[in-house]
């Protein structure tokens, strides 16, 4: 009997669904909506009263309805510009209207094979979500037993609480055939009674006060066993609380969703475990690449060379730095030369002085920075200026910095010339390129010598104190440089004057202007 | 509606934005009851934008955003509403992002406890309408102008205003309907519009670090200017000083009267009298 009781009752539910004019159907408010759009996808998430929720996504190829993959579509295609121009009505839509009018939307004619069952899918989902199906007040009556007498309206209760047709399965398997039910309503076993039956309670609670000799199943409510009541078999709780005072339970509680619970639980671990272990199996060898990498520490064929070609590497590295560097000072030889004189005269000079400058400005250069902004930002036309000013600054002292150290290269390119150090003849001071690339294979000398030593094992302390040279050198000489660019104004202003020039003196020996030229000299000599 | 407009084209259009990682939503709650809302507003940069509706819908917002660095948020729970953009990640913004938008509509009718944070935005923001019954307002490196067209119909206690390196207008204090509003402005060009329909005599609490405050005043309106500053020039005309205050003439006379607390460090401070223009003083 039990059987057909329980597909008696989902059964009752399904042919309430059929019955339209069983039930009064009216749309859902919305009390929140979203609607978004991009590239890859568009979406809608309503939000009701209740806080249920519908959402539905096209993203990425996929539509997704509530989390579930339904189908899917390709951007641009009849579904997707349906789908879109929905979401462009409901945009403007809300509530009653954005109800009306996604109940009435339905998947273009044209649609078909996997695209329409997309679209009907989403149609029928809309109906559902949006359509909401009220009891009518007679059917809101208290007593509802089991038998034929009032099974329209158990039915129509069933139907309200539809999602629990599932638990309330669970509940009834296997339960003693002998048993009463009450949908939508409390119950209470007196005191002095005993009830010598099972009981079934769907959204309601069962205060038991008294006794139960069967078992008792509670759906979506509460089951509350007081002092002195007592429950011969089991309670098997779906969505339900249990409240004990002191009353007895002998059967034992059975949560009949443990096990989807259990399920979700071991499945949730089980992810969790597997993410836990991936990103430790991840970590683990990238931390075993890197240490690799670092210090070499596994065997390898070419381990025995790896310090030849870091220093191989190493020199070749500073090679290319001195071959981008003649490349920017032939640059600067071209186009500001006069300026590189100028700057490389005054570094020559007055090296000292230089660097104290240049170590000043240094210094003040984030304050000048700083403050040079907030000067600019407090006036509406010192706004763009100081946009300019964020990014140029850094980059003009950058330039500086660069065209210093460019003339310092070619100030020691040519003490070097002259230095008559062995490896320095092919310097010639005439030609203002080699010079500079002699000056700065010079200063980067620390650098390139600390390279070649690491290749050798057992010399790492004068590797170390090679590179610290290095930095040393480095440092004075772009600090030299960069005093001498601000103390010439970029070499603008000549703190000193140049060195031999043999127009002015030839022009001095012969009195005459060399761009002139000596027939005009002599035109003028006859016409005195 | 420049948002409201993007937002409809990329529905429509979705092959013209392929390529591109901006995304646009526009989000709305229906109107369920009047009871207070304490509204929190944040958003990052771009342009930003904040008015009234009357259509039932508690709030609407449409908003433009990089999806890759930024994620909307609308959560509504007890009473408390936040709205706007979060960062994912920790991503650093350098400069302003002029494509980001946020459009945001709220309720009329509805008191709201108001408050809004953004940064490095351009700010258009029109609070006439709206029944607040507290405002704070804080931005950054903004260009922002606020205006109060309508009279709030609730009574404020404060309103409180933060302005970082900015270009600054507010307008319409007077329809704030509040006891007290402060102004406390960092580095920039502030103006301060005391039009409006003022309902009593209130005090304005400014508090400038560098830069240039006008203040604008609706002739008829009584103001007392109380001077706390360093190096500030103040163009005082049509004020009298007494004692060590400025006043208008009619201060003592005035049917509504608005004392000014200024505390300035560096800068220039004017005083521009107007007619009003958002109903009498």
Do not use: C
Not at chain 1, 99 to 124: H, K, M, N, T, Y
Not at chain 2, 93 to 110: F, Q
Not at chain 2, 217 to 242: M, W, Y
């Amino acid at each position: 009997m039990l059987p057909s009781l329980r597909k008696g009752l989902v059964a009752l539910g399904v042919v309430a669904l059929a019955l339209p004019g069983s039930a009064e159907a009216q749309l859902r408010d919305i009390v929140a909506k979203s609607v978004s759009a991009s590239s890859s996808g568009a979406s809608l998430e309503l939000g009701f009263r209740d806080d249920a929720t519908l959402r539905v996504r096209f993203d990425d190829g996929d539509v997704i309805l509530d989390g579930n993959v339904i189908g899917s579509y390709r951007t641009g295609d009849e579904l997707d510009r349906a789908w879109r121009a929905l979401l462009g009505e409901a945009m403007a839509l809300e509530d009653g209207a954005l109800a009306e009018r996604l109940v009435d939307w339905s998947a273009p004619s044209s649609l078909s094979g996997g695209l329409a069952d997309a679209a009907r899918e989403l149609d029928d989902a809309f109906e559902r979500a949006l359509r909401e199906t009220q009891a009518p007040a007679e059917a809101e009556t208290r007593d509802v037993d089991a038998s034929s007498r009032n099974g329209h309206s158990l039915a129509r209760l069933l139907v309200g609480a539809i999602g629990r047709l599932g638990a309330l399965d669970e509940a009834l398997s296997g339960l003693d055939e002998d048993f009463r039910i009450h949908v939508d309503e409390d119950v209470t076993v007196g005191r002095d009674e005993v009830v010598d039956a099972s009981i079934v309670v769907i959204e309601g609670t069962l205060t038991v006060e008294g006794g139960i000799t069967g078992d008792v199943v509670v759906v979506g409510g509460a089951l509350d066993v007081r002092e002195d009541g007592y429950i011969e078999g089991e309670a098997r709780i779906a969505d339900a609380r249990v409240l004990r005072d002191n009353g007895e339970i002998r059967g034992g509680i059975v949560d009949v969703l443990d096990d989807e619970r259990d399920f979700q639980d071991d499945l949730r671990d089980r992810l969790r475990d597997e993410i836990r272990e991936e990103l430790r199996s991840n970590l683990r060898s990238e931390l075993r690449e890197a240490a690799r990498l670092e210090d070499g520490d596994s065997y390898s064929i070419m381990a025995p060379l790896r310090p030849v070609i870091r220093g191989v590497g190493g020199v070749f590295e500073k090679l290319v730095l001195v071959f981008i560097l003649g490349l920017l000072g032939a640059g600067f030889f071209a186009f500001a030369g006069e300026n590189v004189d100028a700057i490389a005269e005054t570094a020559r000079r007055t090296p000292a002085r230089a660097a104290m400058v240049g170590f000043a400005g240094s210094f003040l250069l984030i304050p000048v920075w700083l403050l040079g902004a907030i000067v600019l930002a407090v006036s509406i036309i010192g706004i763009p200026v100081a946009i300019a000013w964020l990014p140029l600054f850094p980059l003009a002292a950058m330039l500086a910095a660069l065209l210093g150290y460019i003339a310092v290269a070619r100030v020691a390119g040519e003490w070097l010339a002259d230095s008559g150090y062995p490896w320095t003849g092919w310097i010639r001071k005439s030609n203002p390129i080699v010079t500079l690339v002699g000056g700065l294979l010079g200063l980067l000398m620390a650098f390139i010598a600390s390279h070649v030593i690491s290749i050798a094992p057992f010399l790492g302390l004068l590797r170390g104190l090679l590179f610290a040279l290095g930095v040393i050198v480095t440092i004075i000489a772009a600090e030299v440089g960069f005093g001498a660019v601000l103390l010439t104004r970029a070499g603008r202003r000549p703190e000193y004057p140049g060195g031999f020039d043999a127009d002015a003196a030839w022009e001095a020996a012969m009195n005459i202007d060399v761009e002139e030229g000596l027939d005009a000299k002599h035109d003028r000599e006859d016409q005195t | 509606m420049r948002t409201t407009m993007t937002i409809a084209a990329a529905l429509l259009v979705p092959v013209a934005i392929q390529g591109q990682s901006w995304k646009t939503v526009t989000m709305s709650r229906q109107l369920q009851d009047n009871d207070e809302v304490r509204v929190s507003v944040d958003y990052g940069s771009g342009d930003f934008s904040v008015r009234s509706v009357d259509e039932g819908v508690l709030y609407r917002m449409n908003l433009r955003y990089d999806e890759d660095r930024f994620e909307p948020v609308a959560d509504y729970s007890g009473r408390r509403l936040r709205l706007g953009v979060d960062a994912i990640g920790r991503n650093i913004t350098v400069g302003r992002s002029r494509s980001g938008a946020m459009e945001l509509e709220l309720a009329r009718g509805v008191p709201l406890d108001l408050d809004l944070n953004f940064g490095a935005v351009r700010a258009d923001i029109d609070l006439g309408g709206l029944s607040l019954t507290g405002l704070s307002l804080s931005t950054g490196a903004s260009e922002s102008t606020i205006d109060v067209s309508e009279p709030n119909p609730l009574e404020m206690e404060t309103a409180h205003v933060e302005a970082g390196a900015t270009q600054f207008s507010m307008m319409g204090l007077g329809n704030l309907n509040a006891d007290r509003i402060e102004i406390d402005a960092g580095v920039g060009e502030i103006t301060l519009g005391l039009d409006g329909r003022w309902r009593r005599d209130s005090r304005l609490v400014i508090d400038v670090g560098v830069g240039s405050l006008e203040l604008r005043v609706p002739e008829g309106l009584g103001i007392q200017l109380r001077k706390n500053s360093f190096l500030t020039a103040l163009d005082s005309e049509g004020l009298v000083k007494r004692g060590d205050v400025y006043e208008s003439p009619d201060f003592q006379d005035a049917d509504r009267r608005v004392i000014i607390d200024l505390d300035a460090a560096f800068g220039r401070v004017s005083v521009v009298w107007t007619r009003a223009e958002h109903g009498k003083p």
